[in-house]
């Protein structure tokens, strides 16, 4: 069984930084790949972010300069870093792996940029 758990999420102003952990419990061998999407009121649950097991990462154009996701070293562990915060980029933000053509997401984690 897969688990994933999101932490990191707040409240932050505009133009200030934040940085998501999802942290995958069970039996994961290299997980193919881990990626953050987000999800909006109102809106459709969005690719925000996606790292391979090789290290190669994907962004929205939306976060390309602002954001940037790593792994962990023990390959269980992804993060996203968020850097000048804007007021829409205030969502839900969910962990997905991907490992052996199944899914697993995490709960999610709020982040809310406003003054």
């Known amino acids: 069984q897969v688990q994933l758990v999101e932490s990191g999420g707040g409240l932050v102003q505009p133009g200030g930084s934040l940085r998501l952990s999802c942290v995958a419990s069970?039996?994961?061998?290299?997980?193919?790949?881990m990626s953050w999407y987000r999800q909006a009121p109102g809106k459709e649950r969005e690719l925000v972010a996606g790292?391979?097991?090789?290290?190669?990462?994907n962004y929205a154009e939306s976060v390309k300069g602002r954001f940037t996701i790593s792994r962990g070293n023990a390959k269980n562990t992804v993060y996203l870093q968020m850097n000048s915060l804007k007021p829409e980029d205030t969502a839900v933000y969910y962990c997905?792996?991907?490992?052996?053509?199944?899914?697993?997401w995490g709960q999610g984690t709020q982040v809310t940029v406003s003054s």
């Open positions: 069970g039996t994961i061998f290299n997980a193919d790949v």
């Open positions: 997905k792996l991907a490992l052996g053509g199944s899914s697993y």
């Open positions: 790292i391979t097991r090789y290290g190669n990462t």
